[in-house]
Every structure is written in C-alpha cells, then in structure tokens.
C-alpha cells in the first residue's frame, strides 16, 4: 500500500466524524509521528510503498480514531510549547488556548529571574513544565487532585529534564502549607455540565470529566479557590494566570477584584473569545 492510498483510506474512514481539513491533520499527523517525516517530505513520498508493519500501525491507528478515540491518546503523546508532552485518559489532552495562556506567560515574565511558580490543576503537568523550561525559576510546584494525573505528569517532567514538585491536594480544601510564589497559573476545570451537548463524543467518551466540568449552579466553583490561594500566596506585585469560560469574564474579572486583587484584566484568544483571566495583587 502506497502513503496517497494510506491518505485516502483515512479520508473516506473519518469523513463522518470531522470535517476534510481535520481528516487531513490527522492523517498528517500520523504520517508525521509513524514516519518521522516533515509535512513536505510527506507530500514527496505519496507514492512511496509502506513497508507491511508501519502500514498494520497505520490501520491500527485509524480503527481506534474510527471509533472516537482522540489522535493524542492514540500517539500518546503530543507537542506542547517546545516539550513534548505524554497523554492519556488519565490526564486532559492541551488545548491550544492553553500554549497560548503559556505563551503568553513566557512573553512577560521572561526578564524575571529566580521565579517561583504555582501550577493549580497541573494534570499532565504541561503548563509547569513548559514554564519551567523557557523561563528562568527557582522552584515550580503543580496540585492535583487525581493521583493517576501526577504520576504521568512526573513522567512528563522527568522526560522533559524539569525538576517540579508534584503534590495531591484538593484546591477546594488544600491540605498541605505553601509558601509564596511569584506567579500562580491555572487551567481550572470550567465546562458546564449543560455545555456536554456542544462537545465532540471522544472529549466526552475519553477525557476525564474530573478535569473538565463544574456544576451549572456553581461555574465560577474553582475560581472561588484560585482567588483564595492567590490572595494568600502570592508575593507583593506576584501576578496570577488562569484559562476561564468564554462565557463568563465579566464575572471572574468582578470576583478578583471583589476579592482584593489590585488589577483583573480578560483578555481574548485567538477566535477572539474571552479566554484568560490575569490578576495582580
């Protein structure tokens, strides 16, 4: 079988469940990871004969993209900010809301030195390790709740060469003493539960739901316990970073600065939706 009679067979296999473009991604994607190509080399050799187990991989892979499971899990692992990160259904799958959250936390705080950073909800331990890779800190510590999230995020830092500090503890009723910290970074549980109907089946059927959903009486739940930690943590001037609803910027902006935050700012991601929250004491 030839790479094009590859692609082809993966786009008439996904075209029920995504749009062409994304059926090529993926496919793309495969190529990339199964073959080590770059997305030209994988135009050039449309016509190259696969040898038989790459091509069993191949088919393997679509069976299980067929049936909903996400293309990350499937690879089982993906590229976040220049560190390659290893996923699976114990962990959410990174947005790209979230590379641009760490971005643009690089962006600004990259003249700083000797940062000590809080990652709350750390779950594959992305954003920790991200910052700990491309600014210059003194100590990173990621919270999670799930057990099963900090162990592959202890994986992810040991394979990415970063020294964090993962502890399980509940945001919502903390355990254990911190100190302070220059930056506090979040990528909070924010889905509504009454929004599962707007989401794709293999987010539902695969991700864990630990991660994503808050009670819809109850959406700004975690940010409630982020303020707290913030207010409590956070050094003079420290600054805070969280991802948030689209839905519901306004509100959180209000909460910070209801809470004694000197300054809350909503700022818009790439569809131009309300996306991030930054707050400073």
Same mark, same amino acid.
């Given at each position: 079988?030839?790479? *094009? ?49 790459? &091509? ?6 679509? &069976? ?27 962990? /959410? ?11 643009? @936390? ?21 954003? *920790?390790?991200?910052?700990? !890779?491309? /600014? @210059?800190? $003194?100590?990173?510590?990621?919270? #999670?709740?799930?057990? !099963?999230?900090?162990? =592959?995020?202890?994986?992810?830092? !040991? ?9 399980? #503890?509940?945001? $919502? ?5 911190? +100190?302070?910290?220059? =930056? ?14 707007? %989401? ?6 695969? &991700?864990? *739901?630990?991660?994503?959903?808050? +009670? ?22 420290? %600054? ?9 910027? +306004? ?17 818009? #991601?790439?569809?131009? !939706?309300?996306?991030?929250?930054? *707050?400073?004491?």
């Amino acid at each position: 079988m030839t790479l *094009a009679t590859i692609r082809l067979l993966y786009l008439k296999t996904l075209n029920f469940l995504y749009e062409l473009p994304e059926v090529e991604s993926i496919f793309l994607y495969m190529a990339s990871h199964l073959l080590n190509y770059s997305k030209i080399e994988i135009r050039q050799n449309h016509n190259r004969i696969i040898d038989s187990q790459v &091509e069993k991989k191949f088919i393997d892979f679509l &069976e299980r993209i067929r049936l909903g499971e996400p293309v990350q899990y499937v690879i089982g692992f993906m590229e976040f900010c220049n560190t390659r990160i290893q996923v699976d259904s114990r962990v /959410l799958i990174p947005r790209p809301e979230t590379e641009y959250l760490v971005d643009m @936390i690089i962006r600004e705080q990259k003249h700083r030195q000797n940062l000590k950073i809080a990652d709350l909800c750390t779950g594959s331990g992305c954003i *920790a390790i991200a910052l700990s !890779k491309n /600014l @210059i800190t $003194q100590k990173v510590i990621g919270i #999670d709740i799930s057990g !099963k999230a900090l162990e =592959l995020a202890s994986v992810n830092a !040991k394979g990415n060469n970063t020294d964090i500090i993962f502890i399980a #503890d509940d945001l $919502q009723n903390l355990q254990n003493p911190y +100190p302070n910290f220059d =930056l506090v970074v979040s990528n909070p549980p924010y889905v509504r539960e009454m929004e599962k109907q707007q %989401m794709h089946s293999n987010v539902l059927n695969y &991700e864990p *739901a630990l991660a994503l959903f808050v +009670p819809d009486r109850e959406p700004l739940l975690f940010y409630k316990a982020i303020t707290d930690f913030g207010i409590k943590h956070l050094t003079r001037d420290g %600054m805070l970073y969280s991802e948030i609803n689209e839905n519901f910027g +306004p509100q959180v902006k209000s909460l910070f600065l209801s809470s004694g935050y000197r300054t809350a700012e909503i700022r818009k #991601d790439l569809r131009n !939706k309300d996306r991030f929250l930054i *707050a400073r004491v």
